[in-house]
């Protein structure tokens, strides 16, 4: 059975920071790329960020630029999101993201979301 579980969401003042975990099972973590995305009340699910299956490419949607940091552990089937300096516009569900890498076929898969939200 394939899972995507995050955790680590709360609630944090703005300048805090949070560490979202997302631990996979049920299919070959190594094999897929992980993003994180979020969707806050009202707008449109947006990529928040994104690691390739080694590890070896990343990237930030500009929002996040310099205060989030993407981050995975293949051996523990673990994919991160270090948020820093966290702003009241980072509010949001945050779910994280499997999809096959390259010359790989599959399904992509979702967490069922974590609620961070920022304020005072």
């Known amino acids: 059975q394939v899972q995507l579980v995050e955790s680590g969401g709360g609630l944090v003042q703005p300048g805090g920071s949070l560490r979202l975990s997302c631990a996979a099972s049920?299919?070959?973590?190594?094999?897929?790329?992980m993003s994180w995305y979020r969707q806050a009340p009202g707008k449109e699910r947006e990529k928040v960020a994104g690691?390739?299956?080694?590890?070896?490419?990343?990237n930030y949607a500009d929002s996040v630029k310099g205060r989030f940091t993407i981050s995975r552990d293949n051996a523990k089937g673990t994919a991160y999101l270090q948020m820093n300096s966290l702003k009241p516009e980072d509010t949001a569900v945050y779910y994280c993201?499997?999809?096959?890498?390259?010359?790989?076929?599959?399904?992509?898969?979702w967490g069922q979301g974590t609620q961070v939200t920022v304020s005072s």
């Open positions: 993201n499997a999809k096959p890498a390259t010359g790989y076929i599959g399904t992509q898969y």
């Open positions: 049920g299919f070959t973590f190594s094999r897929y790329a």
């Open positions: 690691i390739t299956s080694a590890g070896g490419s990343i």
